[in-house]
């Protein structure tokens, strides 16, 4: 990984019908680490990231929500960039797929491939899904119907389309890959793709007709009713952020070091991605590295769950840099991983604390009283030779944990130095040093103690930017290149200096911080009191006038029959009479909180101006109302008995 010296980083650009969760923060946060480490080392680095903001999947959430669709996206992506910022992650462009420079580039994109013969117009007939935004073969859906991916049903499409000749471009990528076996890591991931490309290879549909949210043809191609797929759309933008089509300004850094992406997207990535870029004659990225899930109780994250785990409230609860190390140190990269906060207490107070901050607070301790806080690095290798090489050499390795983006197993090494550290104040217990007179001894343990945790602070920066530098602060430095190069290149030892006293920098954690959102676990005490609720502009929440409220039509309504939705275990299929000639059905994920039983002959209050959703292939023609907190979910419902239809205001 380390043979250019430029070095390229990006994020995948993440949608904007939602906020961020934990599941963004940790692409973002490897990627951060990974390009702090490239600037640490001295490579020009640029690292992207940014917001996705086209496609039938924005469109649609932007009218749930009742809101023009650019105005919705500029709000989404504003919280991912307000978050970013927030973290201080160190990205050098933000791009947004509705920035005029990244269309015009991927239209650029368009007419070349138009040109080279590799785009031609056909019918596209098949499954489509809105949510994973991809294209399905009948063969590979579920039941004949839902997706693949996420189990949602796909619509039906049968529409005017151009097509990518991705079917002449499956050897190519074979070969590919049999000569770069490290294009793709984790290395486990290469074979599911190469299996996939084995499987043969389809053309693909890459523009729309049915929406118009989304990039335009170039002009030149003279089809204004079609619209680029999404995809094809959002993964340009990894070049058009160097100014691809619009000014070239950075290119130099292409092509990418290491492109970070889940699991989930990874057939968009290494298969469609690589053979766009055959099609421009751009070479390919080095390293398109795919991370696994993190999950809740097992489960996938996602807002109608309820379990959603919000990045901010975890990191402002627990620290940032904590948090940061516990994502990265806690699955192996590429595997899944389950969010707990005991896990992450447990790091804390564990890895960090005992065996990082308590090593620093024992060499001020030791220091201070046995030497005014001078702390010298002579006699070194005189008195502890060994335990100073096994340090010099776990060092040296660590670099090959990270060209693999294996962070986890990083981490794990970095730790022996510590432990190397711990265990030596234990075998010569300075305390008795002194006692026999043998002060130069002490002096020289101390000075060990502060080398290594001066080595482990500077390999640890990457990963706990803010923290590392107090350690270094301590020790009377500061962590740049300069340094990196100095005490892990050169291997010189620190100068003779005098300890900063800082006050411990983990401090011990013994409960919960964070009231835990999710039935399957009881919910804690939060340690933290409750905050009083701003006002909702305080928050954030846009203020609408009374003419916007009323464009909602809600009803009074009347469970007159329903039935459960077969293989579901949320669904509930329900017809609610709300006075109109036939009563309306209504799908509602209410069966984990409501039977039958309790709600047939009951009233509700009913949505009744939304536009019919399919859910598991069931029509649905309204929404109920409830409210949902950590205990569970409960339906509103009028005080008094009111006649169907009634309206509410
Ligand atoms: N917009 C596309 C990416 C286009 S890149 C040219 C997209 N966006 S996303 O917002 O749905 O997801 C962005 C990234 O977040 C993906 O890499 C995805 O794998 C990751 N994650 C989303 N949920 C996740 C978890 N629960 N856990 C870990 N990462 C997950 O896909």
């Given at each position: 990984m380390m043979t250019h010296q430029k070095a390229y980083i990006t994020t995948p650009i993440y949608y904007v019908n939602d906020v961020a969760h934990i599941g963004h923060a940790y692409t973002t946060i490897i990627a951060d680490t990974l390009a702090r480490y490239f600037r640490m080392v001295g490579r020009d680095t640029y690292f992207l990231t940014g917001t996705d903001e086209h496609g039938q999947k924005i469109e649609q959430s932007a009218q749930l929500k009742g809101k023009e669709t650019k105005a919705y996206a500029d709000e989404i992506s504003a919280t991912f960039r307000e978050l970013w910022d927030d973290f201080g992650i160190s990205y050098d462009k933000f791009i947004r797929t509705t920035d005029e420079e990244h269309k015009q580039g991927v239209q650029k994109a368009f007419n070349i491939m138009f040109a080279n013969g590799d785009i031609y117009k056909d019918t596209y007939k098949g499954h489509y899904c809105i949510s994973c935004e991809a294209f399905f073969p009948k063969t590979q859906l579920v039941d004949d119907e839902?997706?693949?991916?996420?189990?949602k049903a796909t619509t039906v499409v049968e529409e005017e389309s151009y097509f990518f000749r991705l079917s002449k471009y499956g050897q190519r990528l074979l070969d590919y890959y049999d000569q770069h076996p490290?294009?793709?890591?984790?290395?486990?991931k290469r074979n599911e793709v190469i299996r996939f490309i084995e499987g043969g290879l389809s053309d693909l549909s890459?523009?729309?007709?049915?929406?118009?949210w989304g990039v335009k043809l170039p002009q030149e191609i003279n089809d204004p009713k079609h619209v680029m797929y999404v995809w094809l759309d959002a993964l340009m933008n990894y070049v058009t952020a160097l100014?691809?089509?619009?000014?070239?300004?950075?290119?130099?850094?292409?092509?990418?070091?290491v492109q970070l992406i889940g699991k989930d997207i990874l057939r968009f990535h290494a298969i469609y991605w690589p053979a766009f870029l055959m099609s421009l004659e751009l070479p390919l990225p080095k390293h398109i590295a795919a991370h696994g899930w993190w999950t809740r109780n097992g489960e996938k994250m996602s807002k109608s769950k309820g379990n959603v785990i919000k990045p901010k409230e975890v990191a402002d609860a627990y620290g940032l840099d904590n948090f940061r190390y516990f994502m990265l140190r806690e699955v192996p990269f590429g595997g899944d991983g389950d969010f707990s906060q005991k896990a992450l207490i447990d790091r804390i107070n564990s890895d960090l604390g005992n065996d990082l901050g308590n090593l620093l607070n024992r060499l001020i301790g030791m220091s201070g009283k046995y030497f005014e806080g001078n702390v010298s690095s002579h006699n070194v290798e005189t008195f502890y030779a060994q335990e100073f090489h096994e340090v010099k050499a776990n060092i040296a390795s660590l670099e090959s944990y990270l060209s693999d983006i294996m962070l986890h197993r990083y981490l794990e090494e970095l730790w022996r130095p510590l432990s190397i550290a711990n265990r030596a104040i234990d075998k010569y217990q300075p305390w008795n040093l002194m006692k026999e007179g043998k002060e130069e001894e002490a002096m020289a343990l101390n000075g060990l103690i502060a080398n290594i945790l001066t080595q482990v602070a500077i390999m640890l920066y990457p990963i706990m930017p803010q923290i590392t530098q107090k350690i270094a602060f301590a020790l009377g430095f500061e962590i740049n290149n300069a340094s990196w190069q100095k005490y892990i290149v050169e291997g010189r030892l620190l100068n003779d200096f005098i300890i900063e006293k800082i006050p411990p920098l983990f401090p011990r954690i013994e409960e919960q911080l964070l009231s835990d959102p999710t039935p399957q676990e009881p919910q804690k005490e939060s340690k933290k009191e409750a905050k009083p609720k701003e006002n909702a502009q305080a928050q954030g929440i846009a203020l609408i006038g009374i003419d916007q409220f009323f464009q909602t039509s809600l009803k009074i309504g009347t469970v007159v029959s329903g039935e459960e939705v077969p293989k579901s275990n949320k669904l509930l299929l329900l017809q609610v009479d709300i006075g109109e000639a036939i009563p309306r059905q209504i799908v509602a994920g209410i069966k984990e909180w409501y039977s039958l039983e309790e709600l047939i002959g009951t009233q509700v209050c009913v949505v009744a101006n939304l536009k019919p959703a399919k859910l598991m292939g069931l029509k649905s023609e309204g929404m109920l109302l409830a409210a949902k907190d950590g205990e569970g979910l409960c339906m509103i419902r009028p005080e008094k008995p009111k006649a169907v239809g009634t309206s509410i205001s």
């Open positions: 839902f997706c693949p991916e996420c189990g490290d294009a793709i890591l984790p290395k486990s890459i523009t729309r007709t049915s929406f118009d100014g691809y089509g619009s000014d070239e300004a950075h290119m130099e850094y292409w092509p990418a070091t």
